[in-house]
């Protein structure tokens, strides 16, 4: 089935450096994009999502962008701190008529004091 | 305002044994219902989604089934666990319809001996 995948999985970054996380679609019909942060023994929690009829989206120190072009989508996050240490997933909605959100495996970020 | 409870948190089964996990969530009506599989290391993987009582969607053949009675329980059983059940099983809830984000429960870590 479809799948979303990632370009790295993990990603050190030094603490008040911005941080990129990408993330690759295969579904170009897939209208709907959330990334996750979930840290260890926890479920993930929702940080952002963007629709397809956008490319950018900001949030608290975090911004989402959509390439439909080349379907990429990716997650920065503005000054990293040592609190956004975790595993962050893209998701996609690859139902017609329903939520049916699928993940991607996964970005470790780490932050280096 | 929306929560979802998950439990156990976590749970030791031996081969054959049946399995019963439970998910209600409290504060919405109608929600879309979701079960995620996790393996150590890995991504989400979808296993079923309802969009009402009564209505399972299964992602993946497999020795687990899953059941919602109620409009906001959401049950995940077998009837005999494998090892290969062992994960980390993450219950999920969003509004009704298409493109909403998903919110987690805690988890519960299944170790299947």
């Known amino acids: 089935g479809e799948s979303v995948g990632l370009h790295l999985p993990t990603l050190s970054v030094q603490e008040g450096d911005n941080s990129i996380i990408n993330c690759a679609y295969s579904?170009?019909?897939?209208?709907?994009f959330i990334w996750y942060k979930q840290e260890s023994g926890k479920g993930p929690q929702f940080i952002i999502d963007i629709r397809s009829n956008m490319d950018k989206r900001q949030g608290q120190r975090v911004t989402v962008l959509l390439n439909k072009t080349v379907k990429h989508l990716s997650l920065q996050i503005a000054a990293t701190q040592p609190g956004d240490s975790a595993v962050y997933f893209c998701?996609?909605?690859?139902?017609?008529?329903?939520?049916?959100?699928?993940f991607g495996s996964g970005t470790r970020l780490s932050i280096r004091p | 305002s929306q929560t979802i409870h998950q439990w156990p948190a976590t749970l030791v089964q031996p081969v054959g044994s049946p399995l019963s996990l439970e998910c209600t969530v409290e504060?919405?009506?109608?929600?879309?219902l979701y079960w995620y599989r996790q393996a150590a290391g890995r991504g989400l993987q979808l296993l079923f989604y309802?969009?009402?009582?009564?209505?399972i969607s299964s992602e993946v053949p497999q020795n687990l089934s899953a059941s919602r009675p109620q409009d906001r329980q959401f049950i995940l059983s077998s009837k005999k666990l494998l090892l290969s059940d062992s994960g980390f099983y993450l219950c999920a809830w969003s509004v009704f319809g298409r493109n909403s984000p998903l919110h987690f429960g805690n988890g519960t870590r299944l170790t299947v001996t």
């Open positions: 309802s969009v009402g009582i009564g209505q």
């Open positions: 579904n170009s019909a897939s209208d709907y």
């Open positions: 504060g919405t009506s109608n929600p879309n």
């Open positions: 998701a996609e909605n690859i139902g017609s008529s329903a939520s049916k959100i699928i």
